[in-house]
């Protein structure tokens, strides 16, 4: 049987014509399935009786497996663990909000790209996810909680443009007014860099928000962060984003996620000022004082308000991201689906 989650609307409607059924047969189902949430083909009123079981025989509603729901203490965020159809086990977390809740997926098992402080790059890569199981990860979570997601951030476990084709997917399907119908301003796409995937994002005219993982503005200090940074390297990877700001028109962000002795020196934000400017970016920034993961250390609050200070005097918009769920280990940075 094939998952009916790892179909775009367009994908769809070309199976249903083999069927013996017609295009629009495809947005009717994808109101069924996405908008009224039945999970049943026999009760699609307004397609033929002939369609119902042939659909009925041919696909299924893949929902993920849940194994683990965690809450945190001021129950502000809740991680999920989940179980694929190969055993294999990938996290999301539910970020409740007064304005809007935001669901943080996985797009990939692991992660190949081995950054300093990131517990999923220390677990390698296993697995690409398909359309279905990113798909999957806020149908279930929306199902288990009765709650509608109105964010999305594509910043769980693994790197979402190593995984372009089916992260295209699943945002076509995230996006799609006849299903989940979640504006593509409202889908973040996090990366440590991948110049080849932010082009094909600027290609294929998508509209989601892009945040960079930077974490240091020196190509010799961010080798050894972001080690993917010895192939793109700071000066490639602001070309490309300047391309992307120009193109998109919308404002990007740049995280960074700040660790004692390695990349919070003052030089760092004076030169990351420097660059904002030299490639023009319309680009805002995100610091993160680190997880801790392995004993990794941040300075001081002090040290994160000299950042915001010199961000400020330079007309540079800068949040501090409040962690949630940092007790059950649904952190940025955290997950690595207890393997
Ligand atoms: N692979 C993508 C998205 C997943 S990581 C990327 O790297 O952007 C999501 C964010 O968590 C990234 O900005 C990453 O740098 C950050 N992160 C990783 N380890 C962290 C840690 N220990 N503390 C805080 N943030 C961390
Ligand atoms: Fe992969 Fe992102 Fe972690 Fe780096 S920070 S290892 S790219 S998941």
Redesign the pocket.
């Known amino acids: 049987m094939k998952n009916l989650f790892d179909l775009t609307k367009e994908e769809l409607a070309a199976q249903i014509v083999e069927q013996g059924g017609k295009k629009f047969n495809a947005v009717q189902i994808f109101n069924w399935i996405y908008k009224n949430r039945v999970t049943s083909f026999s009760v699609m009123s307004n397609l033929s009786k002939l369609l119902r079981p042939r659909l009925e025989a041919e696909f299924e509603l893949s929902f993920l497996n849940i194994l683990k729901v965690q809450k945190s203490k001021n129950e502000d965020a809740v991680k999920y663990l989940f179980e694929l159809a190969d055993g294999k086990k990938i996290e999301s977390v539910l970020m409740l909000q007064p304005y809007g809740n935001t669901l943080c997926v996985s797009t990939q098992v692991g992660?190949a790209?081995g950054?300093f402080?990131?517990?999923?790059g220390k677990m390698g890569l296993s697995r690409n996810l398909l359309p279905g199981e990113i798909v999957g990860q806020l149908l279930t979570v929306e199902k288990e909680r009765g709650v509608k997601v109105q964010n999305i951030v594509?910043?769980?476990m693994?790197?979402?443009l190593a995984n372009y084709e089916n992260l295209k997917k699943s945002i076509d399907i995230f996006s799609d007014s006849d299903g989940i119908n979640i504006n593509q301003r409202r889908i973040t796409v996090?990366?440590?860099g991948i110049i080849p995937g932010i082009k094909r994002l600027i290609d294929d005219k998508l509209r989601v928000r892009l945040?960079i993982?930077l974490?240091s503005t020196f190509d010799k200090v961010r080798d050894k962060i972001v080690p993917v940074n010895k192939k793109y390297n700071i000066a490639a990877l602001l070309n490309s984003l300047k391309e992307y700001c120009s193109s998109t028109k919308l404002e990007l962000t740049i995280?960074y996620?700040l660790i004692e002795d390695m990349n919070d020196d003052i030089s760092e934000v004076e030169n990351l000022i420097v660059l904002i400017r030299k490639y023009n970016l319309d680009a805002k920034v995100n610091i993160?004082p680190?997880?801790s993961?392995g004993g990794?250390t941040f300075r001081n609050e002090e040290r994160i308000n000299l950042w915001q200070k010199k961000l400020e005097n330079a007309k540079i918009i800068s949040t501090v991201r409040i962690e949630r769920g940092a007790d059950i280990l649904a952190?940025?940075?955290?997950l690595a689906g207890e393997v």
Request: net charge negative; charged share 5%; aromatic share 6%.
């Open positions: 992660c790209y950054c402080m990131c517990a999923t594509f910043m769980g693994g790197e979402p996090s990366t440590c945040s993982s974490h995280e996620v993160i680190v997880n993961v990794l952190a940025c940075g955290q």
